[in-house]
């Protein structure tokens, strides 16, 4: 029997995003986990609701979310690995999004289930690049890039 992976999200507390956050009851909850040392998976089967205008295809803002989610949580996994700590141990770090770009080659289907796969291509302490490809049954539909920034935990608490 395999085992289930270890996710990201799991690990980090005070999370509430609405597409990774486990503390967001609305939220998509999708969940990352390593394939290798700078390489994650994230697996999402859409809800009928996640819907473009035409209902046989995904939403091009949830499609985006995902992919952004997914490879901010990789890159906070990332820092974790590079300082020799197990996710969510010690004082906490936390990365935003600085540039999120797409590129749509297709469609994706509502009914299909999405494989992520996210590689960190780029890394240091302020910053990390990571690209992704979002998969059905093998085939790319979107290919993307993140730069994920830094942030203290004092920014994540902020009211303004």
Not at 121 to 129: D, F, V
Request: charged share 20%; net charge negative; aromatic share 10%.
């Amino acid at each position: 029997m395999a085992s289930t992976p270890e996710y990201f999200q799991d690990k980090l507390s005070g999370n509430h995003c609405f597409g990774c956050g486990t503390e967001n009851d609305h939220g998509l909850h999708i969940k990352s986990y390593w394939m290798a040392e700078n390489k994650a998976a994230c697996h999402f089967v859409p809800q009928s609701f996640h819907t473009a205008a035409p209902t046989h295809f995904l939403n091009g803002g949830v499609i985006a979310t995902i992919i952004d989610c997914h490879c901010i949580c990789t890159a906070i996994a990332y820092a974790y690995q590079q300082q020799g700590r197990e996710i969510g141990k010690g004082t906490p770090l936390w990365y935003a999004t600085g540039a999120l770009s797409l590129r749509y080659k297709r469609p994706v289907n509502i009914n299909s289930r999405i494989l992520l796969e996210a590689t960190v291509s780029g890394y240091n302490e302020k910053q990390a690049k990571v690209d992704c490809l979002l998969k059905v049954d093998d085939t790319v539909c979107v290919e993307a890039t993140v730069e994920a920034i830094a942030v203290s935990e004092e920014w994540m608490k902020q009211n303004t």
